[in-house]
């Protein structure tokens, strides 16, 4: 691996792996993201150093799991930050390799699902990396996560819905979550599958999931399958699902989708939900916009540049994050002058 990092990282599926820096902007009300670990160098240290921060999981002993998209290989640290192994992902088409990495999860167990897209497969790793099992899936899906009880959620329309519950076997248990309405304007992709659900969704790991609509800024929650809140708010940050077409060189057809990026996490009673703002051509970091609620109910907007992927039991944040162009994970913990 070259010391220094090529930062141009191409980007799997539509560009659903961002980087991010973690800058926070506070708002009138005192409220301010304060950063108390950083991990990541631009050199030395191999293992300390990131092609990208495509993502970021925490197990039940709050290690750090960071998903290097770039490098194939997910590099896992204890809550200070100490370096504990490197998990390398095999590259490829065989059966327990990887060739189109869309999405990871982390168990409570250190147990690592993995999401092939191309292969259409979720392979299964322990905690040091070793294959376990993979199992293939009959829909196109976009993305996992832990669901609870050691099964996988994964998303993708299918029979009409879009969150699917499997066991680490590959028997799917149950699926619910209906489709997102269609915008007039989309009308004419009512029938294409990708534009029922978003690219991405979340889950607190207790069968509490969030799915956004790709359509508009809304956020319904659901509890152990069942419907339990609707978000709708308004942000100047929410850009709705596009689709552009047109020719390319040698008159062939081509067909780009930009889908919204929403990330939303959970502690008690407090809900965190990021809207990614759009790229700036140029710069390397994106102002994104973090709305907190609480019990449901928005009382916080802050502008930060950045993406948090991950929340640990006391209420941190961690983010994938740039320092001095190079990327890096930051835990951020919030502060505010006065009590939600």
Same mark, same amino acid.
């Not at 070259?2 to 009300?29: P, R």
């Not at 152990?224 to 100047?236: A, P, R, T, V, Y």
């Not at 390319?248 to 407090?270: Q, R």
């Not at 009382?299 to 740039?322: E, M, Q, W």
């Given at each position: 691996?070259?010391?220094?990092?090529?930062? =141009?990282?191409?980007?799997?599926?539509?560009?659903?792996?961002? +980087?991010?820096?973690?800058?926070?902007?506070?708002?009138?009300?005192?409220?301010?993201?304060?950063?108390? +670990?950083?991990?990541?160098?631009?050199?030395?240290?191999?293992?300390?150093?990131?092609?990208?921060?495509?993502?970021?999981?925490?197990?039940?002993?709050?290690?750090?799991?960071?998903?290097?998209?770039?490098?194939?290989?997910?590099?896992? !640290?204890?809550?200070?930050?100490?370096?504990?192994?490197?998990?390398?992902?095999?590259?490829g088409q065989g059966p327990e390799e990887v060739s189109m990495l869309l999405g990871f999860a982390?168990?409570?167990?250190?147990?690592?699902?993995?999401?092939?897209?191309?292969?259409?497969?979720?392979?299964?790793? &322990?905690?040091?990396?070793?294959?376990?099992?993979?199992?293939?899936?009959? !829909?196109?899906?976009?993305?996992?996560?832990?669901?609870?009880?050691?099964?996988?959620?994964?998303?993708?329309?299918?029979?009409?819905?879009?969150?699917?519950?499997?066991n680490r076997k590959g028997d799917r248990l149950f699926s619910f979550a209906e489709p997102f309405?269609?915008?007039?304007?989309?009308?004419?992709?009512?029938?294409?599958?990708?534009?029922?659900?978003?690219?991405?969704?979340?889950?607190?790991?207790?069968?509490?999931?969030?799915? %956004?609509? %790709?359509?508009?800024?809304?956020?319904?929650?659901?509890?152990?399958?069942?419907?339990?809140?609707?978000?709708?708010?308004?942000?100047? !940050?929410?850009?709705?699902?596009?689709?552009?077409?047109?020719?390319?060189?040698?008159?062939?057809?081509?067909?780009?989708?930009?889908?919204?990026?929403?990330?939303?996490?959970?502690?008690? &009673?407090?809900?965190?939900?990021?809207?990614?703002?759009? %790229?700036?051509?140029?710069?390397?970091?994106?102002?994104?916009?973090?709305?907190?609620?609480?019990?449901?109910? +928005?009382?916080?907007?802050?502008?930060? =540049?950045?993406?948090?992927?991950?929340?640990?039991?006391?209420?941190?944040?961690?983010?994938?994050? !740039?320092?001095?162009?190079?990327?890096?994970?930051?835990?951020?913990?919030?502060?505010?002058?006065?009590?939600?």
């Amino acid at each position: 691996m070259k010391n220094k990092k090529n930062l =141009k990282f191409s980007t799997i599926l539509l560009g659903m792996i961002f +980087l991010f820096s973690a800058v926070v902007v506070s708002d009138e009300k005192s409220v301010s993201l304060i950063e108390n +670990l950083a991990i990541g160098v631009d050199y030395g240290d191999e293992n300390m150093m990131f092609g990208s921060v495509s993502d970021i999981q925490l197990d039940a002993e709050e290690n750090i799991y960071i998903l290097d998209g770039k490098e194939f290989r997910i590099q896992v !640290f204890n809550p200070q930050g100490g370096f504990l192994r490197s998990i390398p992902i095999k590259k490829g088409q065989g059966p327990e390799e990887v060739s189109m990495l869309l999405g990871f999860a982390v168990h409570p167990d250190g147990l690592i699902s993995i999401y092939d897209s191309a292969g259409g497969k979720v392979l299964n790793f &322990d905690d040091k990396g070793s294959c376990q099992n993979y199992f293939k899936l009959d !829909f196109q899906a976009f993305d996992i996560k832990h669901y609870k009880d050691g099964q996988i959620a994964v998303l993708g329309f299918n029979n009409d819905l879009g969150i699917h519950i499997y066991n680490r076997k590959g028997d799917r248990l149950f699926s619910f979550a209906e489709p997102f309405s269609l915008p007039s304007r989309m009308s004419k992709y009512k029938d294409a599958p990708f534009t029922k659900f978003p690219m991405k969704f979340s889950s607190s790991g207790d069968g509490t999931v969030f799915i %956004p609509n %790709p359509h508009k800024y809304e956020i319904r929650i659901y509890e152990d399958g069942q419907l339990s809140g609707n978000i709708k708010e308004k942000s100047d !940050f929410f850009r709705p699902m596009t689709i552009q077409g047109g020719k390319g060189e040698g008159g062939k057809s081509y067909m780009s989708v930009f889908f919204p990026t929403v990330s939303v996490l959970m502690h008690e &009673d407090i809900m965190y939900v990021t809207i990614r703002g759009i %790229p700036v051509i140029g710069e390397e970091e994106s102002k994104s916009q973090m709305q907190i609620y609480k019990n449901q109910k +928005l009382i916080h907007s802050l502008d930060v =540049k950045g993406f948090p992927s991950a929340i640990d039991s006391k209420g941190r944040l961690y983010l994938s994050a !740039f320092k001095e162009g190079f990327p890096i994970m930051k835990r951020f913990i919030l502060e505010s002058s006065g009590d939600f």
